[in-house]
């Protein structure tokens, strides 16, 4: 089925089965292998490391950002041409974003390389500690050429309709990561650099394995000879930067945070903090590979002007992001000392206990988290960048800042809070975004083409 049709003819339910499932399967596969990262770092080499590793993911995911501004914010006017029948233009976005998706992976990997112990020094990190952090960044940093467009090419695959082809691609990337580390870990005793040079060479092999049908010419999608324009690359960037911003505010928090977890808590908090995020790299690709799986056909119904069509599929994206955050409330809450067991071996009982502590005050997050996270998705989805981005970086870092002053009287009680509080003040901030939306409608629906027909 090609994605003119998908888009186009097949109803809503089904549309979201077909593809928001397969998507959401497709990003938890391909975040599985930072899952496994975390337990053989910390299973194998032990706390320390593990703690390392931890206070070096800010900057590994930082080196993804550039990419993913890119891959995400080509992928919206991609759709939107593809929408219009335009694909011409729809190919020369896929091409001239590939291209500069590689050349900002050399300029950053570069700066990344250089400047790794700087950075983790400037965060009070010291001694084994911090070594072994710069190891695990710079292995990023070297192979960011060949790794950072495995994340677009997903988004390019999925806007193809070829959904099923992307969640066994990112299966494939994790089943080869996780054994490449694993091999490096347990054979070759390379260390948290081998840990870290396995999963990039399972992101680098999987990079050129996604393109060989597109350099075949057997994709919607096709190389062409490049047309850079200034309109082009500021379109672009204005449609990723709400995903863009995201990661670096958040990011910018991160660190922020292991700042403060060095000097309240010291390798301890950072570990525990480290669990958290681990969690939160579960369930968060389930939401992010629903909603954006489901992208490419609201920007293409969009661009079609089939509003009541888009409405229909948002529905079903906010019916599941509230079934999958709300049980995931549930079984953190549940089985927090279990989780953190996943994590750490050679620690107290008393660590387990304070991890699971943090375990039930971060489930609360929940409980809210899915409605500014549909609601950012579907402006993004829609070229509303604007709304997009105020709620991205109120939740990666506004909010998230203001609390941490509000809540430090609380010490780590305070920090392991946050969460919670920044998903309550991002629903609401997500409620009057769509309330603004809701004056609109009217006017929107009335403007279809009298030949659609809404499909229920």
């Given amino acids: 089925m090609n994605s003119h049709e998908l888009f186009t003819n097949t109803p809503p339910r089904k549309l979201f089965f077909f593809a928001a499932l397969p998507g959401a399967v497709s990003m938890l596969a391909s975040a599985l292998y930072q899952l496994f990262d975390g337990m053989f770092v910390g299973q194998f080499l032990g706390s320390t490391p593990f703690a390392a590793l931890n206070l070096a993911m800010p900057f590994v995911i930082i080196n993804f950002a550039l990419a ?106 994790s089943v080869l990561s996780v054994a490449l580390e694993a091999f490096f870990l347990l054979v070759l005793r390379l260390g948290i650099a081998g840990a870290a040079l396995g999963t990039c060479l399972g992101m680098a092999v999987t990079a050129v394995v996604a393109y060989i049908p597109f350099f075949r010419g057997r994709m919607l999608l096709r190389f062409r000879r490049p047309r850079f324009s200034r309109a082009m690359i500021r379109k672009i960037v204005t449609s990723g930067a709400p995903n863009f911003l995201n990661n670096i505010a958040g990011r910018i928090t991160s660190i922020l945070m292991n700042v403060l977890l060095v000097r309240l808590g010291g390798e301890i908090a950072v570990s525990i903090y480290g669990v958290l995020m681990y969690v939160e790299g579960f369930i968060q690709p389930l939401l992010y590979g629903m909603c954006d799986s489901l992208q490419p056909a609201v920007g293409y119904n969009w661009g079609a002007r089939a509003f009541p069509r888009v409405k229909a599929i948002e529905k079903c994206c906010f019916a599941a992001a509230v079934v999958i955050s709300l049980l995931s409330a549930l079984v953190i809450n549940c089985i927090p000392e279990a989780i953190a067991r996943v994590f750490m071996e050679d620690v107290s009982a008393s660590v387990i206990a304070d991890t699971a502590f943090a375990l039930r005050l971060f489930s609360l997050t929940y409980l809210t988290r899915w409605f500014s ?23 990666a870092l506004i909010f ?32 009057f975004v769509m309330l603004r939306l809701k004056r609109d409608w009217k006017a929107l629906t009335a403007a279809r083409p009298a030949a659609f027909k809404e499909t229920a």
Avoid at 373 to 395: D, K, N, P, V
């Fill in 68 to 173: 993913d501004l890119i891959g995400v914010g080509s992928s919206v006017p991609i759709s939107i041409h593809l929408g219009r029948h335009e694909d011409n233009e729809a190919s020369n976005y896929f091409t001239c974003a590939s291209i500069l998706i590689v050349l900002a992976g050399v300029v950053v990997g570069a700066a990344i390389y250089a400047a790794a112990p700087m950075m983790i020094a400037l965060m009070g990190a010291e001694g084994e500690f911090a070594s072994l952090a710069v190891s695990y960044l710079r292995v990023y940093g070297l192979c960011s050429p060949v790794t950072t467009i495995v994340f677009a090419v997903d988004n390019f695959l999925r806007i193809c309709g070829k959904t099923r082809g992307s969640m066994f691609l990112n299966i494939f990337m």
């Fill in 373 to 395: 996270f549909a609601t950012q998705s579907f402006m993004l989805a829609i070229e509303r960048a604007g709304a997009a981005t105020l709620i991205s970086l109120s939740t």
């Fill in 400 to 431: 998230p800042l203001l609390l941490i002053a509000a809540l430090w009287p609380l010490g780590l009680t305070g920090l392991w809070l946050n969460f919670a509080g920044t998903s309550v003040l991002a629903g609401i901030l997500a409620a």
